[in-house]
């Protein structure tokens, strides 16, 4: 067991999507927010992180269960936890509650550590987590299997100066951004997502054209974000119809 | 002069830009946060007068003046007060501070009042407006003249499901993600908007194709949101050289 941190919070206007509902970007924002304010609290701010030691962390994969979608107005709990750590991977859970404490959000996220000037994965350092208390565990988690296929059904984004961080990458939240948006606006209305698992390959570079690429069979989604350097992410998705309709 | 309200924070990364400064739109959608948060603890929250009243608060007019960026890290303290109001108009100001108490930003918002089911602009009730203890002021403040020329630089976006709030509107920060995009990545890597005055026009509607329009000057734009439907926003932006340099 690592060391957990919490943050409260009550969904703001700005966050909520046409139905109310938070949008699914922003809900791996905040998670990511609260990440940070707990390295912070345990003196190992990103910014040290960075400043120190040339390190920061990328995210290199999802997976999001989404019992019920926090709503605006809605007071939630995010809950985190390092969980363990390998050569390579962090692991790490994101619980979302509600007021009342049921569960609405399970999420777990791998990091890896990244040295800023090589932009090369860095195996990880277990004496720079030791304040997280998360122990050491061979085991590497895998997602899914995801469909190698080309997709036909594309959407086309141009790279924006907003889509971008400090580190000149794309933020991984404008991934799921662009992976949401090749559905359509009439089945994002209509339908909210139950599963999610999204997969990093290679960052983007931060200018030029990415396409969305998409192939739903029913409830399910396939998703590819592409250019011509090749595959960049890669997401399935398991979704419900949208009952909360305003 | 009204209730003063203030929050305090730190911009974490995934605010800042590629240059470790704060995304703008973020800063809008920071400022509306308070003042949400200020309404809430008033006992007027958005929600209740969305429930109660129908309505909605629309910001028509944004002045920024940016002495310096709040960047990555940076401990900011956002305050707002509600100045005054008339017929139709309430003026809100947002000053934000860095830890010593230097001034970093200063803002003017203004605000209408909209019937939410009408989508029709409704007089001011200064009853609602009480606990804010904001004064009535008959004088109404004026932005600049924006240009009326056709500006042929452009650069064309489409509406995305994430752009759009929960009034089926485009919601006001994106705007300036459009306004600022069209100046392409190399200008705004390099520089910084030291003012900035913001007019919405007329609200975007939830599907098709806006044109993001452009005219520079060396270190003054003026910009115009436009589609089939004529402007929807203007804007002048007055810029300086970025220094900070990451």
Redo the contacts between chains.
Sequence with gaps: MGQIYQMQM?I???M?????NI?I?QLI?LS??VS?MQS?SLGI???DLLEKHQLVWIVTDYEMILHRLPA??DEIRIETEALSYNRLFCYRRFTIFDRDGEVLVEMLASFVMMNRETRKVQPVDGDLLAPYQSSFDKKVIRGPKYPATEMLEQKEFQI???D???N?HV?N?KYL?WI??AL??AF??SHVPRKINLKYVKEVR??GTIASCVEREGLVSSHQIRSDAGIHAQAIIEWRKEENH?
Tied chains: 1, 2.
């Excluded at 909520?16 to 109310?20: I, L």
């Design positions: 009550k703001p206007f700005d909520s999507d046409v139905n109310g949008k970007p924002l990511l927010q940070e912070e701010s990103d910014q605006f107005g924006r100066f907003y971008l961080d400090m000149g933020n939240s951004d949401f948006e359509g606006v994002l209305t931060s200018d305003v």
